[in-house]
Nanobody
Framework: QVQLVESGGGSVQAGGSLRLSCAVF????????MGWFRQAPGKEREGVAR???????TYADSVKGRFSISQDNDKNTLYLQMNSLKPDDTAIYYC?????????????????WGQGTQVTVSS
């Protein structure tokens, strides 16, 4: 069983920064496919960033150049550094994880989810 616990959300003014953390409890953290998602009120959940088992990172166009996903295998923690925040970034942010598929492939589909952390950006 894999458990995910996010932290680091909060309220910030536009242009500010936050770093979200996702503590992962489970065996084999360094082998997981992992991602960050967000859901704003009245909107569908959207993918923000992902990191695959080979370290490849992918970002939504809306956050490219502003957000950075990383992981610390010693701490079993996934991070999302968010800079130059905008009011449109306001949402509940979730981390997600799954075991890789054949030959370590990741498919941007996740079985394990955290409870979410609120990020509010004011103008």
């Amino acid at each position: 069983q894999v458990q995910l616990v996010e932290s680091g959300g909060g309220s910030v003014q536009a242009g500010g920064s936050l770093r979200l953390s996702c503590a992962v409890f489970g065996y084999g953290f360094s082998t997981y496919c992992m991602g960050w998602f967000r859901q704003a009120p009245g909107k569908e959940r959207e993918g923000v960033a992902r990191i695959d088992t080979d370290g490849t990172t992918t970002y939504a166009d809306s956050v490219k150049g502003r957000f950075s996903i990383s992981q610390d295998n010693d701490k079993n923690t996934l991070y999302l550094q968010m800079n130059s925040l905008k009011p449109d970034d306001t949402a509940i942010y979730y981390c997600a994880a799954d075991f890789p598929g054949f030959k370590g492939a990741c498919y941007n589909e996740y079985s394990y989810w955290g409870q979410g952390t609120q990020v509010t950006v004011s103008s």
